[in-house]
Every structure is written in structure tokens, then in C-alpha cells.
């Protein structure tokens, strides 16, 4: 990775989780498609993806946002989700971070009450209705790409809980849905470092014992993240994301939601028209909407649309220094545990 300029990055967080967005100065990254692009900065050349994410440029807490041109007629603008494990196509909380940056900076033009913003993304075109006034982004409304379910009651073996059963579901990425109960933790705040070393060791458990693929989009081919969910009397669920490397999702978690609404319409527990409320880990809320049916790969779908908010706070820049011992960040044990042995 080579620049000669200032990177020009905005500080913004979607219901407690960071989302910045790089939107100026990022070097040009090969691929035809945002999924080869995400290709090359997952397997070819990782080095904008360090120098952003990790230490000392960043924490593990922090995501970056990459801004490019779409690759597809029918989108204004394409991102990719930089995270310090790796590259990701697609998530909910950093798309309405993405959706306010280029709102209220004027990268895209404002129109009150709603501008549609449509994003070209590895997973998909997502399109974006945000509700806007006063030259504020009051909210976002993502008509996410289409969720389904892979497979219900997934029996998983594991020396610590023994055996606990989980859903694997698509909203964006694949997510295995698992009770909280069953790993004997809530989903609060004192119980996140549990929380998130639990959903470390059964992803671990998962990439061994659960194959997934998407059946129309080679390569996504990974669940990516363990949710732990508790669901209340009302209707709503707690949601508690985990994410390597070994922590929790601050948002309620927009791509974890769609898949979690999949799997209440699977059930028989959710069909069009119906909305469900999420709750993150510190109390943020989405709303998930399924607004149609359809299929994917044979499979039975649901589109879903999610909405929060996302706040900008601030703006920074970054510069590289090719005399910088540190040019690709550094990773260590007393923020990575022990995963920082498996970079």
C-alpha cells in the first residue's frame, strides 16, 4: 500500500458502535466488483485494512469504512467494512454510519424529509431511505439484501456448555443465532468479556463442525459471527453480536437482526409486515421490518429493513510515514487474548 496524502477519515458511531469512514485519500484497490476488491484486501494486500484498525491508529473497537466508486449502474457510492480481523462485505450499524457521513457532509445531496441512498456493496445493492431534517440524519432505513435461513437447530459439540443446538442464518453474512441460556451468561454489560469469549470458542468450534455457502454469491462462505439473542415477552430481542478479536457489538447489530427475523419467519413466528425491535448489549434499539418474500437459491427468503441512527462526532486525518516502525499496526494479547497467536 502506497498513498501520498492525507487520509481524511470521519468519526462516526451507529448506537454506541464504531463506524468511521474513510472518505478521502484511499489508495485504488483492484477488482472488477466490490467482492473482488474485498478479495484483494483480504488475500492479496491487507495493508490499508492494518494501517487503519489496529494499533496505533486504532483499537480493537474500531472499524473503518472504506469509501469507493460502485462497480454497478444502479448505486451511488460503494463501501467496504474494514474491521481488524479482516475485511467484511456488509453491516447494518456501519451502513448508517456510511448513509450519515454522506448525508450531513454533502458528498451526497440532501433531500428533506427522505433521500434514498444506494449502496453497492459484496453483498449486495443495499438501498438506504434516510429521514432527514433541519440538515440533520435523523435516521436510516436499510432495505437490506435478502435473509434466509440455512439451517434451524444446528446441534454444536462442545467440551465447555456440551451440546447446544443454534440457527444459521444469512443477513448480509452468516450468523450462527444461538440462546444465550445455553452458555449460562445474560446479555449486560458486566458479562461482555464472558460473553465475547464464548462466541470466540464457538466459532472456533463452528468453522470445524458447520459448512455454509451463499447459493448465488461465491466466496461468502464463512459464518462470520456468533450472536448470542435473548428474546423478551414483548416480542423484542437482546442481541449480543460477538466479533473477533474476542468483543462485543456496541449496536443492536442490523445484519444480525435481518438474520434473526429470517428465523422467526422460518418459524412461523414472523411474516411480511411485521416489525421486531432489537436491543444491543447497552441498550440501543433498530427496528426490523419484513417488507416482502422471496427466494434465494430455492431457499425461502425475507427483505428485510432495518433503522437507527448514526451520529457524527468528529473528523481526523492520518498520514504514513514510510519511516514508521508501525506502518501495519501491531496486534497484542491484553486487547486480542489469546487469538493474537492465531494472526
Keep these: ?33 466490490i467482492l473482488e476488491k ?5 488475500n492479496v494486500d491487507p495493508s490499508l485494512r492494518l494501517f487503519l484498525t ?4 486504532a483499537q480493537v473497537v474500531h472499524t473503518t469504512n472504506l469509501l469507493l466508486a460502485p462497480t454497478r449502474p444502479d448505486a451511488d457510492v460503494a463501501f467496504i467494512v474494514l474491521q481488524p480481523d479482516r475485511a467484511h462485505p456488509m453491516s447494518g450499524s456501519n451502513c448508517i454510519c456510511v448513509v450519515t457521513a454522506l448525508l450531513e457532509t454533502g458528498r451526497v445531496k440532501m433531500i428533506e424529509p427522505e433521500t ?90 463452528l468453522a470445524e463442525q458447520v459448512t455454509v455457502n451463499h447459493p448465488e454469491i461465491p466466496g461468502l462462505n464463512e459464518i462470520a459471527y456468533v450472536m448470542f439473542r435473548d428474546y423478551q415477552p414483548d416480542g423484542s430481542v437482546i ?23 429470517a428465523i422467526l419467519h422460518a418459524r412461523g413466528q414472523a411474516r411480511t409486515g411485521d416489525k421486531r425491535i432489537s436491543r444491543s448489549i447497552i441498550g440501543g434499539t433498530f427496528t426490523t421490518e419484513i417488507l416482502g418474500e422471496t427466494t434465494i437459491g430455492g431457499r425461502p427468503a425475507v427483505l428485510p429493513r ?23 499496526g501491531f496486534a497484542m494479547s491484553d486487547t486480542w487474548g489469546l487469538q493474537v497467536g492465531e494472526l
Design 38 to 42: 474485498m478479495d484483494h484486501l483480504n
Design 116 to 205: 434514498v441512498v444506494r449502496l453497492d456493496t459484496a453483498a449486495g445493492l443495499i438501498v438506504a431511505r434516510a429521514h432527514c431534517e433541519g440538515g440533520r440524519c435523523l435516521s436510516v432505513s436499510l432495505d437490506n439484501v435478502p435473509a434466509f435461513v440455512q439451517q434451524l437447530d444446528v446441534t454444536i459439540e462442545t467440551a465447555k456448555w456440551g451440546r447446544i443446538t443454534g440457527d444459521i442464518a444469512f443477513g448480509g453474512v452468516f450468523y450462527a443465532q444461538i440462546n444465550v441460556d445455553q452458555v449460562g451468561l445474560r446479555t449486560v454489560p458486566e458479562a461482555a468479556r464472558a460473553l465475547a469469549d464464548a462466541g470466540t470458542e464457538i466459532k472456533s468450534l
Design 306 to 328: 432495518i433503522t437507527g441512527q448514526g451520529y457524527v462526532f468528529g473528523r481526523q486525518q492520518l498520514r504514513l510515514d514510510p519511516q514508521d516502525p508501525f506502518l501495519h
Design 54 to 57: 489496529r494499533e496505533p491508529r
Design 1 to 33: 500500500m502506497t498513498f501520498d496524502k492525507a487520509l481524511d477519515i470521519l468519526l462516526v458511531h451507529c448506537q454506541g458502535e464504531s463506524g468511521n469512514v474513510l472518505f478521502n485519500g484511499a489508495p485504488e484497490i483492484p477488482g472488477a466488483t
Design 239 to 261: 442481541t449480543c453480536t460477538t466479533l473477533k478479536p474476542g468483543r462485543v457489538d456496541r449496536s443492536p447489530c442490523g445484519t444480525g437482526s435481518s438474520a434473526n427475523i
